[in-house]
């Protein structure tokens, strides 16, 4: 594996834990309340906001600059 991909995918890992930890803990607080049991649900909702998270960010990050480069030019 080369040097590029690999640190495409630290980046990825690494930027996908924050947010995808803060949104679900807010949506899950805003509609189910922090209530008993929380921290379980709180941690199924991250765990999957966090795979799609890293899935979009590997797939959709090499290709969003050059779509950005198109709309700013």
Known sequence: MNTQLRRHIAFALAIGIVPAGLISSVLLGMNRGFSPGFEE???????????????VILLVGPRLPVQIERLVR
């Open 41 to 55: 649900a709180w941690l199924r909702s991250w765990s999957v906001g966090y795979a799609t998270a890293i899935t």
